[in-house]
């Protein structure tokens, strides 16, 4: 029967019609709340693996509010208790990982092998030579030396590179967990207590810096996607500990995320441009340019082309207009003359401890009137190019890859 034949009491559940349902459509049914169900606990996975990572990211950088700042990480019952929901949490997701499924016949399951290596030698030496990253030794060895076998150190982004740093670098460091740590909670925990005690260390690197360590287990590299963090930038990171770090990762696709994570940019860009103080406020005057300068890797990534940082600004460039390139090469120059940052005392941030983070952001609050014109001279050019994003997103298809099902 073609579908123009059918009658009302063709589409209408049997329940309605008074009588029992046929075989074929309890079979229908089944099909159709199992691919709901599947679809939702895909998704739900995807979330909660996401949560397991940022509930360590978490545990490991202090929340700078007010109403948590005496106590920020919690007790010492609390982190073991948190680090036990972790590890049960780890197994139950490692039980239920979605299934990979092709889309359309030529598909084929992409596996890449990743091998970050182990360049510390020469960046020691750059690193001595500027006082603001000369403190990045002693804390790559402390890191290193205070983690537990299994859990791998990283440092990516412009510091792990072998050039010029402006005063504007972040310190992104990483942390690659294995299964031997998160199967066990008291591995989780030390893991975690090492990081804390070198948060001293990094605020005086970098005193507004305003995230923690990036956290990859092995549920992401059996389903990865890179919305999160490319391989690109893996590839040109170096390990803290000395031997390179070597693993099998099976890409999927995940568009949908990257785009997510634009209009999140952007949403938090805007919210942040309403009120003008925090033009002035140098913590969240750079939290704005650091948003802006991610978006370029991030289209990237959602027309299928993950790259690095670096990599990315040359990409987006040939494919916006003059208008909105002029715009985000002022946002560049903007990171390049950045020279707005407060640095805490050494005794002060000492005395600090794990709690560093909260002194340098709270430090990098206070008012910089230039610095919040000139942030406000770029606010239409940064609409700019997020508006050249969302035509680019629309003219650019990327190319298929499987997807988690």
Same mark, same amino acid.
Not at 27 to 36: D, I, L, N, S
Not at 175 to 202: D, F, H
Not at 208 to 226: Q, S
Not at 271 to 286: G, I, Q, S, T, V
């Given at each position: 029967?073609?579908?123009?034949?059918?009658? !009302?009491? #063709?589409?209408?559940?049997?329940?309605?019609?008074?009588?029992?349902?046929?075989?074929? %459509?309890?079979?229908?049914?089944? %099909?159709?709340?199992?691919?709901?169900?599947?679809?939702?606990?895909?998704?739900?996975?995807?979330?909660?693996?996401?949560?397991?990572?940022?509930?360590?990211?978490?545990?490991?950088?202090?929340?700078?509010?007010?109403?948590?700042?005496?106590?920020?990480?919690? &007790?010492? %019952?609390?982190?073991?208790?948190?680090?036990?929901?972790?590890?049960?949490?780890?197994?139950?997701?490692?039980?239920?990982?979605?299934?990979?499924?092709?889309?359309?016949?030529?598909?084929?399951?992409?596996?890449?092998?990743?091998?970050?290596?182990?360049?510390?030698?020469?960046?020691?030496?750059?690193?001595?030579?500027?006082?603001?990253?000369?403190?990045?030794?002693?804390?790559?060895?402390?890191?290193?030396?205070? /983690?537990?076998?299994?859990?791998?150190?990283? /440092?990516? &982004?412009?510091?792990?590179?072998? %050039?010029?740093?402006?005063?504007?670098?972040?310190?992104?460091?990483?942390?690659?967990?294995?299964?031997?740590?998160?199967?066990?909670?008291?591995?989780?925990?030390?893991?975690?207590?090492?990081?804390?005690?070198?948060?001293?260390?990094?605020?005086?690197?970098?005193?507004?810096?305003?995230?923690?360590?990036?956290?990859?287990?092995?549920? #992401?590299?059996?389903?990865?996607? @890179?919305?999160?963090?490319?391989?690109?930038?893996?590839?040109?990171?170096?390990?803290?500990?000395?031997?390179?770090?070597?693993?099998?990762?099976?890409?999927?696709?995940?568009?949908?995320?990257?785009?997510?994570?634009?209009?999140?940019?952007?949403?938090?860009?805007?919210? /942040?441009?309403?009120?003008?103080?925090?033009?002035?406020?140098?913590?969240?005057?750079?939290?704005?340019?650091?948003?802006?300068? /991610?978006?370029?890797?991030?289209?990237?990534?959602?027309?299928?082309?993950?790259?690095?940082?670096?990599?990315?600004?040359?990409?987006?460039? &040939?494919?916006?207009?003059?208008?909105?390139?002029?715009?985000?090469?002022?946002?560049?120059?903007?990171?390049?003359?950045?020279?707005?940052?407060?640095?805490?005392?050494?005794?002060?941030?000492?005395?600090? &401890?794990?709690?560093?983070?909260?002194?340098?952001?709270?430090?990098?609050?206070? !008012? #910089?009137?230039?610095?919040?014109?000139?942030?406000?001279?770029?606010?239409?050019?940064?609409?700019?190019?997020?508006?050249?994003?969302?035509?680019?997103? @629309?003219?650019?298809? !990327?190319?298929?890859?499987?997807?988690?099902?």
């Amino acid at each position: 029967m073609t579908p123009d034949a059918r009658t !009302p009491e #063709d589409h209408a559940p049997a329940a309605a019609l008074g009588r029992a349902p046929t075989e074929a %459509e309890k079979a229908a049914r089944r %099909e159709f709340e199992t691919q709901f169900v599947e679809g939702a606990r895909c998704h739900g996975w995807f979330a909660m693996r996401r949560g397991l990572g940022r509930a360590i990211h978490d545990l490991c950088w202090p929340d700078p509010s007010p109403r948590r700042l005496r106590r920020p990480f919690g &007790g010492r %019952e609390r982190l073991g208790q948190a680090c036990e929901g972790i590890a049960d949490l780890y197994r139950e997701l490692d039980e239920k990982k979605p299934r990979l499924r092709r889309r359309g016949a030529a598909a084929e399951i992409e596996r890449v092998q990743l091998e970050i290596p182990h360049r510390l030698g020469r960046l020691r030496t750059l690193w001595g030579k500027q006082r603001r990253t000369a403190p990045l030794t002693v804390l790559a060895a402390e890191l290193a030396a205070a /983690l537990p076998a299994g859990a791998e150190p990283i /440092l990516f &982004g412009s510091l792990a590179c072998e %050039e010029p740093w402006p005063q504007y670098a972040d310190v992104d460091l990483g942390l690659l967990l294995g299964e031997s740590v998160m199967s066990q909670p008291r591995l989780i925990r030390q893991t975690i207590k090492a990081y804390r005690r070198n948060l001293s260390r990094l605020i005086a690197i970098d005193p507004v810096h305003h995230h923690g360590p990036f956290v990859l287990t092995p549920l #992401d590299w059996g389903l990865y996607g @890179e919305a999160y963090l490319p391989l690109a930038v893996l590839r040109l990171a170096t390990t803290l500990k000395p031997k390179a770090f070597k693993i099998e990762a099976t890409l999927i696709g995940d568009r949908l995320e990257v785009l997510r994570a634009i209009s999140r940019l952007h949403e938090g860009v805007q919210r /942040l441009f309403e009120d003008p103080r925090h033009l002035a406020d140098r913590y969240l005057a750079k939290s704005i340019s650091s948003m802006v300068l /991610l978006v370029p890797a991030l289209y990237c990534g959602a027309t299928g082309r993950p790259v690095d940082k670096r990599a990315s600004f040359d990409l987006i460039k &040939g494919e916006m207009d003059e208008a909105a390139v002029a715009a985000l090469e002022a946002v560049e120059r903007f990171r390049l003359d950045w020279r707005a940052t407060l640095f805490p005392p050494r005794l002060i941030r000492w005395l600090a &401890g794990p709690l560093a983070p909260v002194l340098g952001r709270n430090l990098n609050r206070w !008012p #910089d009137a230039v610095l919040g014109r000139r942030l406000d001279d770029l606010k239409p050019g940064i609409e700019l190019i997020f508006q050249a994003v969302r035509e680019g997103l @629309e003219t650019q298809k !990327p190319a298929p890859k499987d997807a988690p099902s």
